[in-house]
């Protein structure tokens, strides 16, 4: 018997193409490319080429159309929280949708790397005061969600962050309150024609596995003028990490393009008393820390000006900048119930190369503690082209004294005012006592030599500063006394402590609003 060669090796050549096909099929069956930051970025990419189109209010007119206290009585169960039946670290509780919050968010869980849509039925929430307004089958609408996590005992789940309303997010650490917020992108809050409040609209939630200590996110955003990608990186615990990428695209020219925007408050302090109220401060953020890339240390006091005031730092690659809460004090605020001595600072660290830009600060006046009135985020002078990405990304780490602090000396407070003095004082004449503590003091020899380095802009004279020890705080005490030549126009001041050719402390620098 004879063998046809060239049938033996077709049938061979079909084996083979038939197993080639079959590991093809197995692949995309089980190697889906798992879900990133790019999917998002190219919808927010193909967003940014179309026309704006506003997001149209979706939600029943029944709940678009609540009270303040019938929105309130809407309460999500926690034992519905999403992932509870499974034992996760992680848990979410949701918000629902109504009143201010009308426009609901698209939610996908990605779990294996491949999202599916997710929905919360409206069995998930307790309407209260609500019900006879509100259907109570079918898909609830969502206007924003919170994460728990176990961070101060194992056995109970503490709320750590918040999505709710525009971009805005806030985080809290192991022993400390909410306070301050954060924001995706603050886009001319100065200059411009008007501020825009750009905002997520769709998120993608990573399933967290059984040991999981961390939970990753990513977000749609979308506004008029610009588009972004954004994926969240949460780590628990104290302090509390966010590590946030980010992918913007402008649709428009803008004029101010504000990165990692901080939004904080600041009623009174020592540094501005407020009358007749029995508490000496109230505030959630007192100051502007800032690490510039030569090593310098800059601390700005915030205020509460008669009107808005807007001052920056330029700088190249900065390696941090936040809104501190340095005063932990419960006696420098006397309030038991708000416990401003308990809110948390915020500390950006930028990751890669920023390039040139500016810290902006923006303050403008409120009457009462309800409203946020400080500002601050980081503007790059180059701005993207269209259908290019800026990508900047950092770190936030919400905490308290945990945060990064000068490793020489830091303002501890500054009290603006005069002491004892006869007769009449000038109007323009000004007074500011400033506290430095911290290492660098400490281990000065007795006998060294302390001065207090001052600058100021033009609209100040100089007429005293000096540097003595405090012996109650620890550290050395500055007093400067100056002469304000136009009530009309800001004093920029800066400070310093130096002994000989050796700097001590961080630089203080004020901003004197116009009176």
């Not at 692949?27 to 790019?38: E, G, N, P, R, Y």
């Not at 205020?303 to 932990?328: C, E, I, Y």
């Not at 002078?381 to 905490?399: C, I, N, S, V």
């Not at 550290?475 to 130096?498: N, Q």
């Amino acid at each position: 018997m004879t063998t046809n060669s060239n049938s033996s090796a077709l049938g061979s050549s079909a084996r083979v193409l038939r197993f080639a096909a079959g590991a093809l099929l197995a692949c995309a069956a089980l190697c889906v490319q798992a879900f990133s930051l790019d999917d998002v970025a190219a919808r927010a990419r193909a967003m940014s080429q179309q026309a704006w189109k506003p997001a149209s209010d979706t939600i029943a007119p029944a709940l678009a159309d609540l009270s303040y206290d019938d929105y309130r009585s809407i309460r999500f169960r926690p034992d519905h929280a999403l992932w509870r039946d499974a034992g996760l670290p992680f848990e979410l509780q949701f918000f629902h949708a109504g009143r201010g919050f009308r426009t609901p968010l698209k939610l996908h869980e990605i779990a294996l790397g491949q999202p599916r849509a997710l929905t919360i039925p409206r069995s998930s929430f307790d309407y209260g005061r609500a019900a006879k307004l509100v259907p109570s089958r079918g898909a609830a609408d969502i206007a924003g969600f919170r994460v728990h996590y176990p961070i101060r005992q194992a056995g109970y789940k503490d709320e750590v962050i918040v999505f709710l309303g525009a971009s805005y997010f806030r985080a809290v650490a192991a022993d400390l309150h909410y306070g301050l917020s954060a924001r995706a992108l603050a886009v001319d809050t100065v200059g411009g024609s008007g501020e825009e409040f750009p905002a997520f609209e769709e998120f993608w939630i990573e399933r967290p596995a059984a040991d999981a200590q961390t939970l990753t996110l990513y977000a749609l955003l979308n506004g008029p003028r610009v588009t972004g990608a954004y994926r969240f990186v949460i780590t628990p615990g104290k302090p509390t990490s966010v590590d946030v990428q980010s992918r913007v695209f402008l649709r428009g020219p803008v004029a101010t393009l504000g990165i990692a925007p901080l939004t904080s408050m600041f009623l009174a302090g020592e540094n501005q008393p407020q009358r007749d109220d029995f508490r000496p401060e109230v505030h959630d953020s007192d100051g502007l820390q800032l690490l510039g890339s030569d090593g310098e240390w800059l601390w700005r006091p915030l205020v509460n000006p008669k009107q808005a005031h807007a001052t920056s730092f330029a700088m190249q690659n900065p390696r941090g900048f936040g809104l501190m809460q340095r005063d932990r004090h419960f006696m420098s605020y006397e309030d038991l119930e708000a416990r401003y001595d308990r809110r948390p600072s915020v500390w950006i660290e930028p990751q890669g190369d920023w390039g040139a830009g500016r810290v902006e600060l923006f303050q403008f006046h409120t009457p009462d503690e309800t409203n946020d009135n400080v500002v601050a985020y980081w503007v790059p002078q180059r701005r993207p082209a269209p259908g290019e990405a800026l990508a900047l990304d950092y770190r936030m780490r919400w905490g308290g004294d945990d945060l990064p602090h000068p490793p020489s000396s830091e303002a501890v407070q500054s009290r603006r005012g005069h002491g004892y003095h006869e007769g009449v004082l000038p109007a323009d004449e000004l007074q500011f006592n400033v506290d430095f503590n911290g290492p660098a003091l400490k281990q000065l020899p007795a006998d060294a030599p302390v001065e207090a380095i001052v600058t100021t802009d033009g609209n100040a004279q100089v007429l005293l500063a000096n540097a003595y020890p405090n012996p109650v705080l620890g550290g050395w005490r500055m007093t400067l006394k100056l002469k304000r030549l136009a009530a009309s126009r800001p004093v920029e001041m800066r400070a310093f402590l130096r002994s000989g050719t050796l700097i001590l402390s961080e630089t203080w620098s004020y901003s004197l609003p116009p009176e």
